[in-house]
């Protein structure tokens, strides 16, 4: 890091000879330690107060004064956090008390777990590791350094959660107990959801963060709507996993393992695999002869998708997005077994849009995957139905865009003033365009203009 930011040695170097100590701390050690890619960087400065450290980085250029309050500066251009140590009272707006004398034991203390509680001396180089977090990362184990301070910030069950998955390491008895035990009710939205993110995006298996939730008795609560699915029979002619939460346990992770660089469209399809079965709670039917059918049940889903992910998220487009391909997750399926022509690809295309019916693809290939009998883990491979759908909304030239619009409001302003009325003309005209594959922008005119003059005469 030094090596990558001389002006960090420069900086250490200062904060030394002026009898304080840099250490790095927090997750740029333990993703050291893992190996990983470090991208957070947080230095914290023990025997140096918030005021001189503040003074001190200035003398090396501007500094961010955001997160002041909270005993935290940042040098412009650097993607690191310069703190010093603190302590933090209970609840959602703690006072924040700083110590820069605190010793190094209580200041890592009061860190969510003990792989997260380490520094390195930026001098040094030496290691600080007083509650054993490197060997919990070789066993793959996750402890609270302290059982009090763990309690104080409820936000750290989820912390738990999305590191379950990230890392795949196990809670220790005494961390399962706390997070049981944990008032979680005072917990905003927005800081839920950006673990719930965390856990989807930088995990191969997110299903471990949610089978953890489950473990300890906290599904129901924190996402009813997926804990009801636990039980929930399924064909096995289909669906040979068991039930409906295994598969879409499988089906997440099957999601994650698909690669993309744009993270909205990652988190729409994680989010639509972890709700995509949603449905199948209140529609699935047993018969005398052990049938099971579950009709209907992406269009019940679609409602159950936005009731779950309101528990997460305030982000209405974002939640009506996800509800969206649930409703439309059978479809690949369907199209392809009822001979469906390309204008009916053009309309799917269109309902998902700005989102593409790759997307729609990658999501019924993962439901496909979900499906493993042996493990916990999703099939691989591929799937001829799917295949096909990719190979049919492709020649339809659909399959990563809508089609254009022929006619735009410049073409008919001749016939129509700017306006509600336009709107509902050029909508319909992209209707019949989809529908009947006019894209000729003559023929289409004359066509719209021949329905709407039938209409004009039919209400007269």
Same mark, same amino acid.
């Given at each position: 890091m030094q090596k990558q930011y001389p002006i960090i040695r420069d900086i250490c170097s200062e904060i030394t000879a002026h009898g304080g100590r840099v250490l790095l701390v927090g997750g740029a050690v333990r993703d050291a330690l893992l190996g990983l890619p470090i991208k957070d960087i947080d230095i914290e400065v023990h025997g140096m107060s918030f005021d001189a450290l503040e003074a001190l980085l200035r003398r090396f250029g501007t500094v961010s004064l955001i997160g002041k309050s909270f005993g935290v500066l940042r040098y412009p251009g650097l993607d690191i956090d310069w703190t010093v140590p603190r302590t933090d009272s209970p609840g959602r707006k703690p006072e924040v008390k700083l110590d820069p004398y605190m010793a190094l034991e209580d200041a890592f203390a009061r860190r969510d777990l003990t792989i997260n509680a380490m520094g390195v001396d930026m001098q040094t180089m030496e290691l600080i590791d007083p509650f054993g977090g490197q060997e919990d990362i070789e066993q793959k184990r996750l402890r609270a350094p302290n059982a009090q301070?763990?309690?104080?910030?409820?936000?750290?069950?989820?912390r738990v959660m999305q590191f379950v998955s990230r890392f795949e390491m196990v809670p220790d008895e005494q961390l399962d107990e706390l997070c049981k035990k944990m008032d979680i009710s005072e917990v905003s939205r927005e800081r839920i959801e950006k673990e719930f993110n965390k856990m989807l995006l930088k995990s191969k298996r997110p299903s471990l963060g949610i089978r953890w939730l489950a473990h300890i008795g906290r599904l129901a609560e924190i996402l009813p709507e997926l804990a009801a699915t636990v039980g929930i029979k399924q064909g096995a002619e289909y669906h040979p996993e068991g039930d409906v939460f295994e598969h879409t346990m499988q089906t997440v992770d099957a999601a994650a393992a698909m690669v993309g660089e744009d993270e909205e469209l990652r988190l729409i399809l994680l989010y639509a695999a972890l709700c995509h079965d949603l449905g199948k709670v209140t529609t699935t039917k047993e018969a005398e002869d052990g049938t099971i059918t579950s009709l209907q049940h992406a269009q019940e889903g679609h409602e159950l998708t936005k009731v779950m992910l309101k528990r997460i998220s305030n982000n209405k487009d974002f939640i009506k997005a996800v509800a969206r391909f649930v409703n439309h997750h059978?479809?690949?399926?369907?199209? %392809?077994?009822? @001979? *469906?022509?390309p204008a009916a690809y053009k309309r799917l295309a269109n309902k998902l849009a700005p989102y593409p019916l790759s997307l729609l693809a990658d999501l019924a290939l993962a439901d496909k995957r979900g499906r493993n009998p042996q493990e916990h883990t999703p099939l691989k491979g591929s799937y001829p139905d799917v295949?096909?759908?990719?190979?049919? +909304?492709? *020649? *339809?030239?659909?399959? @990563?865009? %809508?089609?254009?619009?022929? =006619?735009?409001? +410049?073409?008919?302003?001749?016939?129509?003033?700017?306006?509600?009325?336009?709107? +509902?003309? =050029?909508?319909r005209a992209y209707q019949i365009q989809l529908?009947?594959?006019?894209?000729?922008?003559?023929?289409?005119?004359?066509?719209? %203009?021949?329905?709407?003059?039938?209409?004009?005469?039919?209400?007269?």
């Open positions: 301070f763990f309690k104080e910030d409820p936000l750290r069950l989820f059978m479809d690949p399926i369907q199209f %392809v077994d009822n @001979e *469906a022509k295949d096909m759908f990719k190979k049919r +909304a492709q *020649a *339809a030239e659909v399959f @990563e865009r %809508v089609e254009p619009r022929v =006619l735009q409001g +410049a073409d008919i302003r001749d016939i129509v003033e700017p306006g509600p009325e336009m709107g +509902a003309l =050029l909508k529908d009947e594959g006019i894209t000729n922008k003559a023929e289409l005119k004359k066509r719209l %203009v021949a329905e709407r003059d039938k209409e004009e005469r039919d209400g007269s």
